[in-house]
């Protein structure tokens, strides 16, 4: 088992022209999918407020959070997503995950579809 990453492309939520194709690292112990600050820019991703995020070191931080529009595993869905500092890992968790039916299966290093519930 280990880490792998998915290609992902981006879009202005607006302005669909904005857009990025990337490679996002799978983090299940991500709460929301992390883009760096220059990525965000560079799609026009305005901060819609903030969260109090828990970072690895154990450090607590107030991040801006913003919306985007994203094609992963032929959906195209808008999601959430962490303005993370410049340099910072470019990341998909698992509310991203959740709102697109996909799990990760680690030993095959790959998303698979999910059924969502209702309950």
């Known amino acids: 088992m280990g880490t792998f990453r998915v290609e992902v492309t981006l879009k202005n939520i607006h302005e669909s022209a904005r857009r990025q194709t990337l490679s996002l690292l799978v983090d299940t112990g991500a709460t929301y999918t992390t883009l760096p600050r220059t990525v965000a820019e560079s799609l026009g991703c305005s901060p819609i407020g903030t969260r109090r995020v828990l970072l690895a070191n154990g450090r607590e931080e107030e991040w801006p959070i913003g919306l985007v529009m994203m094609t992963l595993e032929n959906q195209e869905l808008p999601t959430v997503c962490l303005i ?27 998303l698979v579809p999910v059924r969502s519930y209702l309950t």
């Open 84 to 110: 993370g500092p410049n340099g910072g890992p470019a990341l998909l968790g698992a509310v991203t995950l959740e709102e697109f039916a996909l799990s990760v299966d680690p030993v095959a290093k790959r």
